[in-house]
């Protein structure tokens, strides 16, 4: 996934909110959000290559999200585990946010990754590149994509607009765990293909034609680009999972939404 703006204890309904996009090759195999087939109390899509997440929920109040970080100075060096396990492993365990994120950033065995760990009650942010960092994420509006943390990226930016401006609009006040159009207004704003100016793109050192390629909120192409907008709410005791799902060139393949009750026991959620 590259790219999720979420909003933090900024909305008295829905103390976490999440938009985000996947960016990956679309020949790679991939399982759209459902429950876990090995684990009943986790939601969410699955990277059917290493077996992990890049954003995945458990009904026992645990959420956990991925990206890489680009450093082509790097290059593509094999790393023995996948970014996607961090988010299988902690929704389906027990540790606090911040004890997993302490624990799993410091692990050398994992490409660049930024990371966030939600346990019910505290939400922390962790990555390992340029170094090993982790901290509680402050309460307001916030992005992750493929630099630092909150990196003003423009993509960052579009997206957290896109989402402060949904949760004050009456879209929000709509029950969109009722009512699903509602979400519309977060879904087209992930939809975004404009190309950013080159005076306000990164340099990841990847060269400017890339940089300019990856840099809409939406990438769309015939061999890599977004695979999926997911949007997810927190609140009144329930979880609404929403995924957009995009095959090459951006064209759209399916969708599905779930409506997961907190602290049941596990099953099928409310589709």
């Not at 590149?129 to 423009?154: C, I, Q, R, T, Y």
């Not at 969109?176 to 087209?188: D, I, K, N, W």
């Amino acid at each position: 996934m590259c790219l999720i703006a979420l909003a933090w204890k900024l909305s008295p309904r829905y103390p976490l909110a999440i938009a985000a996009n996947r960016d990956e090759l679309h020949a790679r195999p991939t399982a759209g959000a459902a429950i876990d087939p090995d684990a009943a109390d986790v939601y969410g899509g699955r990277d059917l290559v290493q077996g992990g997440g890049w954003l995945q929920a458990s009904i026992r109040g645990r959420l956990a999200a991925v990206t890489n970080v680009r450093d082509g100075s790097r290059g593509m060096e094999p790393r023995p585990l996948s970014r996607g396990w961090l988010v299988r492993d902690f929704v389906r365990g027990d540790a606090t946010a911040a004890g997993f994120a302490a624990a799993r950033a410091a692990s050398d065995g994992f490409g660049p990754f930024n990371a966030l760990y939600w346990d019910g009650r505290d939400l922390v942010h962790a990555s390992n590149h340029p170094h090993v960092a982790g901290a509680p994420v402050a309460p307001g509006l916030h992005a992750m994509s493929n630099g630092a943390f909150d990196a003003p990226w423009p993509k960052s930016r579009a997206a957290t607009r896109a989402l402060a401006g949904w949760l004050d609009s009456p879209a929000a006040l709509a029950d969109p765990m009722g009512s699903p159009a509602s979400l519309e207004p977060l879904f087209a704003a992930l939809a975004d293909t404009g190309v950013a100016p080159d005076d306000e793109l990164p340099d990841t050192r990847v060269g400017i034609e890339l940089e300019r390629t990856l840099s809409p909120p939406f990438v769309s192409g015939p061999d890599y680009g977004t695979r999926c907008s997911t949007v997810v709410l927190v609140g009144d005791g329930r979880m609404l999972f929403a995924e957009r799902r995009f095959g090459p060139d951006g064209v759209r393949t399916g969708d599905g939404i779930a409506v997961l009750p907190l602290g049941s026991p596990p099953g099928d959620p409310h589709m």
